[in-house]
């Protein structure tokens, strides 16, 4: 087979200073398809995936994994279909997921990459949310991390994001939990009670202090959002509650992050909050994944998809996590092809 000469690529264009990413964050160039060595494939990338995460692999900051390099094929984990293989172990055809980056294909070595097969009634773009990382966080953060418990009343903020979502449904079909669900707008809300959540808060009315206060105290507090919903969290917490810190979303493009006033309540509660990165959890995710099929089989899992389409759309995306305007996982579709991306709901 004859490989495409192009290969459009989104690239790491300078490190934005403090704040949201701007118009020369990156920038768009064609490159070439490498021809595969032995060992290696060529997969031709279906979706690419947006996450909050990304705004702090632009920072030259130590974290968890390394910045992305100027001039770098910006990191993404995608999905996409194998077109050429030097690798016995693939063929053509073949459903890869891993992290191909913003690009139209990928080659490299096969022994670096995942082959997916779709579980029944699942749909391929349930990789990139459902039964993907943020799928993944969701059982990680709830069962490894907060340690759910049968009548808990758990809390989670973000809740209409790819994580929340997950993490929202998984509590309530958890046996006698009291969901409280908080997001930024009334169709969020709309939603979520829609999945089922008993309490739901929007973090942006005037009286949120007040409505929080109203839901009571908190066994298990999902944090994707950092910030003062934290704060007030930790203000509200019960004996042995458990804080699961997933993400802080408020504080990516924040010049400092807002201080925790309520943070003591961790010693006179005698409760626990525990950072995690999902990657370092990956003997959890075939576990992870038949629970969660076996909850879309019981009809208690919906994965709700926020799709853009073409590569030119991946940096306004990126920019519109920031701003809310997500329900679901945000994914770019390299595949022009909008039926499959259909909410379930
Ligand atoms: N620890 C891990 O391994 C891991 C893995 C994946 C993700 N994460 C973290 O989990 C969190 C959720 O990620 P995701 O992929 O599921 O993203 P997401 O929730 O789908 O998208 C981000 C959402 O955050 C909300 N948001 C934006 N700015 C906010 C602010 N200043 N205050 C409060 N909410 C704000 C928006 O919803 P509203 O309209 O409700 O504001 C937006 O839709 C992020 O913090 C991410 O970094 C951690």
Redo the contacts with the bound molecule.
């Keep these: 087979m004859s490989l495409p000469e192009e290969n459009k690529q989104v690239v790491l264009n300078e490190r934005p200073a403090r704040g949201p990413i701007n118009d020369n964050t990156f920038k768009t160039q064609i490159g070439q398809v490498k021809e595969p060595e032995d060992g290696e494939v060529v997969v031709k990338v279906d979706y690419v995936s947006i ?3 990304m705004r702090g692999w632009l920072n030259d900051t130590r974290s968890y994994l390394p910045p992305v390099q100027i001039g770098a094929v910006m990191r993404a984990t995608s999905l996409g279909k194998v077109i050429l293989s030097k690798d016995p172990n693939f063929k053509q055809g073949d459903l890869v997921f891993d992290t191909f980056g913003w690009q139209e294909y990928w080659t490299g070595p096969g022994k670096a990459i995942q082959k997916r097969v779709t579980p029944e009634g699942g749909r391929e773009i349930d990789h990139m949310g459902l039964y993907g ?2 799928g993944m ?1 969701a059982y990680v953060g709830l069962f490894e991390i907060g340690k759910i418990k049968n009548g808990d009343h758990v809390v989670i ?2 809740a ?5 979502q997950v993490a929202t449904q998984i509590a309530i079909a958890h046996p006698k939990c009291t969901v409280t669900a908080i ?3 009334k169709e ?1 809300l709309d939603y979520l009670k829609k999945l089922g959540a008993h309490n739901v808060l929007n ?1 942006k009315d005037s009286d949120f202090t007040k409505q929080f206060k109203n839901v009571g105290l908190i066994d298990v507090y999902f944090d ?2 950092g ?1 003062e ?1 934290l704060d007030q969290a930790l203000s509200q917490l019960n004996p042995y509650a458990r804080i699961i810190a ?5 504080a990516y493009n924040a010049e400092k992050p807002a201080p925790l006033y309520n943070y003591f309540n961790l010693v006179s509660m005698k409760s626990t909050m525990r950072g ?4 370092d959890h990956a003997n959890m995710f075939k576990e992870g994944s038949e629970y969660l099929a076996n909850l879309v089989k019981e009809g208690k899992m919906k994965a709700d998809y926020h799709v853009t389409y073409g590569l030119d759309t991946c940096v306004s995306s990126l920019k519109d ?2 701003e ?3 329900t679901g ?2 994914v770019v579709s390299l595949k022009g092809d909008k039926e499959e991306a259909k909410s379930k709901l």
Aim: proline share 3%.
């Design positions: 996450d909050p995460t990382l943020t966080t903020s973000g209409a994001g790819a994580v929340g997001a930024g707008s969020k973090y994707n959002v910030g919903i997933c993400g802080a979303i408020s995690f990165i999902v990657l996590l920031f809310g305007k997500n996982k945000m």
